[in-house]
Every structure is written in C-alpha cells, then in structure tokens.
C-alpha cells in the first residue's frame, strides 16, 4: 500500500463510518495468561469510547511507510499452501464473528508478542463500498478487511478524584489504562485500491525483544524489513566509510538538500507519488559525485560499502536514508537543531587547533528564555 491508500482506510476508521458491530479485545498479562476476552458492540459506545477505541486502530495505520508501517508480502508458496495464510483467510470470511478463530488468534499472539507490561489485543473487521474515482456513486468492490492492535497497559497514577457519594475527593486510582499500540496489522492490502490477499500492512512503533519479527513471521511468513533508524544507521556507517575524514559538514549539507529537493518534486506530482520514490545505488552515486563533489576512488569506496550494507540492487527512500525536513548537529554533549533553511547559520571551523562549531546569531540569543547581551569588540558573550 502507498501512503494515499493507507490514508482513504484511515480516513474511514471512526465511529461514524464503522460497519463494525462490535469490537473484539483480549486482555493478557507480561507473562502471557489471558485475563478475559470480550466483545463491545459499536451502537454502546458513547462519542468518548467511540473516538478512544477507533482512535487506536488509526494509529496502526500510519503513513511513515518504512519508518512504522511495512508493507509484507507473502510469496506464493506460502499463500497457496500454508496454514497461516488459510487462517488469516478463514477470519477474514468469519466476519471474526466465530469465537473459536478469535481465540487462536489470541494465542498465535500471545505466542509471539513478549512485553514486560499487560497488554490488550483489539480487533476490528470492516467492509468498505470502495467509490469509483470517476463517479463516486458507483462502488468498484467491496472491500473486507480487519484490523488489529496490540497495546500496553499501565496503571494509572493516584489523583485526588471527585466521589460523587460523598460530595468530596479522595486519593484514587483509575486503574488500568491501554496505551497507543507497540503492534498491529491489517490484512488483507488495499493495494491499488483493491483487495490483495498476497499482502498485508504491518505497523511497528518499535520491536521490543524481536516481538514484531516473529509476529510478521508467525502469521505472514515474512521477514520484517529494516526500519528507518537501522536505515540511516547503515547509510551513516557506509559515507564514513566512502569518506573518513574527509566528510565534511557541506558534503552532507548538499546531500540532504539534493535528496530533498528530488523528494518535493516527486510529491508535487499527483501521478507519481502513488508509489514512494526509491533511488538505486547509481542514483545515489551521481548526486554524490555530481553535486557533493565525491572523487573516483571515494565512488569505489561507496559502491563498495553500499553492496555489503544493502546489496547492490537495494533501492533506498531519500527519507530513509537521512531526515530530509530538519538538521540536526551534536556532539557527545550538544546538540542543535535547525530548519532546513537555516543549515547555513551553523560552520565547523578550527580555532587555535580546537575544532568549534559556530552557529550564527545576528537576530539575538537566549540562554533559558533570558537574552544574552553582546559585547563590543569581538567577544560574543558575557559569562
């Protein structure tokens, strides 16, 4: 799924456009034992719990495709002739309306997901009259899908709390509240606005003790791909490597304004940004020698550390690949953030031998929420 179809489900997920009749949950302890499933049917709910309940499912529909959702698709072997796909089909075709699947869902979950908190494992299934884009009064498909979301649950804290019986407030708890999701999934895909029963969308906010990788695997036989962190983390290793010492602050500076230049321009046109732009290893390549200034044998070295990061045929999302809106310089104690405008306000330069990073700051300075006078004569700043 691209982020304009992950969106249109998105857009749908809320209590006034649920064809849901009831929300399925199970609640489960860090040690894996099942406290009680429940069922809460949708005309119950009142706006709060409604906005609270889908709230949560529209999180696990997030556009950050490679940051936090992933698109997993199952090869045909596995969807032809495996159990797991035959299940996720046997719940899909029970409208999840059958507590039997539900319950080995439960357990193929708790199975899979290790948290060192309770959590609570919600389900919703939902049909949608997909609109013709040329006459929205026409309907292409229906389009039957379920969502699911894993959640932590913490006790919340004591508050002194009204007691309507004694007109008073007490010290009280509230008790156990759910968190946004650490996991959740849909199947099947909206791929191109239609139903794709080879693919399903996974969401991650993070992969506490591998629980998303066995969860991907366990149920749609697929490898979990690199998240954008582990991404970047590559990328960096790989420029350290192409250029050592040699990479200075504007190499970088110009790398992130080319890719970010070629990311806005992909995104203005309403044709291509169906799909995400990904650049290959010779894309890549031809900025940094073309516009970065990278010599031949720095070119070898990027090649060369690229192939065994990624392989050679790895295609890359500019975003993935460094953060494109912002820039951030640190060191092991400091740490500055700036808009992409303003990267120009900040220079490495050596001073008496000590390297120094200088930030300018023509339009005042503050030092927590207090100005900070100038001095005359070239000393910035009174201590």
Known sequence: ??????????????????????????????????????????????????????????????????????????????????????????????????????????????????????????????????????????????????????????????????????????????????????????FPSFNDRATDINSALFYAAKNENGSADRLAKALFGSELPAGEESTRTKFSDVMRTALGDECGMETVRQLQRELATIEEAYESDPEARVEPLKLNKTDITQILEQKCGMEKHQSEAFSAAYDEAFGSDTELEPQSVMELVKYKVSTPNVSINLKREAAGDVQMRTIDGIPYILVRADDGVELNGIPLDRIPGGTEFSD
Do not use: W
């Open 1 to 186: 799924m691209n982020k304009k179809e992950i969106s249109e489900i998105r857009r749908r997920t809320n209590p006034s456009k649920t064809t849901a009749s009831a929300i399925f949950g199970c609640y489960v302890t860090a040690s894996g034992e099942q406290i009680s499933s429940f069922s809460v049917p949708t005309l119950d709910m009142d706006d709060q719990e409604g906005k609270q309940y889908f709230g949560i499912f529209k999180k696990i529909l997030a556009p950050q495709l490679g940051s936090k959702s992933f698109n997993l698709d199952m090869d045909v072997n596995f969807v032809a002739n495996s159990e797991a796909h035959k299940f996720l089909m046997a719940l899909r075709k029970s409208r999840m309306k059958d507590g039997g699947l539900r319950s080995r869902l439960y357990e193929k979950i708790i199975d899979n997901v290790h948290m060192e908190q309770n959590y609570l494992i919600l389900i919703d299934f939902e049909t949608y009259d997909v609109p013709n884009k040329k006459d929205e009064e026409l309907s292409d498909e229906v389009f039957s899908y379920f969502l699911v979301a894993i959640c932590p649950v913490k006790q919340s804290k004591d508050e002194l709390s009204y007691i309507t019986s004694s007109k008073d407030f007490h010290n009280k708890s509230n008790g156990y509240v759910s968190c946004s999701p650490l996991y959740g999934f849909m």
